[in-house]
Nanobody
Framework: QVQLVESGGGLVQPGGSLRLSCVAS????????MGWYRQVPGKQRELVAS???????NYADSVKGRFTISRDNAKNTVYLQMNSLKPEDTAVYYC???????????????WGQGTQVTVSS
């Protein structure tokens, strides 16, 4: 009923840039918050950045000054501009959304399938 689709991942050299996109589709009534998480094998999934429907952003300390999160409410889309990428940024990046579908009154958390970001020389 709800689908989050990420795109924009790939292979870049250290210092390079990537822009991730996530589009939410389906029977969506309202999106309250969207964000990006990342995960590497053997590690816990961690928050990278999030943004509320009022455009208030939040960033992990490790990406502050390098990553920028933004959203287009009309398109149900969230973006993550990643600059000055480092090898330690290598991970699968997952889109996350707290949203309410039209058939319920309670918001729930949804996840995308993930997109691979690899930073290597």
């Amino acid at each position: 009923q709800v689908q989050l689709v990420e795109s924009g991942g790939g292979l870049v050299q250290p210092g390079g840039s990537l822009r991730l996109s996530c589009v939410a589709s389906g029977s969506i009534f309202s999106i309250y918050k969207m964000g990006w998480y990342r995960q590497v094998p053997g590690k816990q999934r961690e928050l990278v950045a999030s943004i509320t429907n009022s455009a208030t952003p939040n960033y992990a300390d490790s990406v502050k000054g390098r990553f920028t999160i933004s959203r287009d409410n009309a398109k149900n889309t969230v973006y993550l501009q990643m600059n000055s990428l480092k090898p330690e940024d290598t991970a699968v990046y997952y889109c996350n959304a707290l949203l309410q579908i039209r058939t319920t009154i309670t918001p729930n958390v949804y996840w995308g399938q993930g997109t691979q970001v690899t930073v290597s020389s």
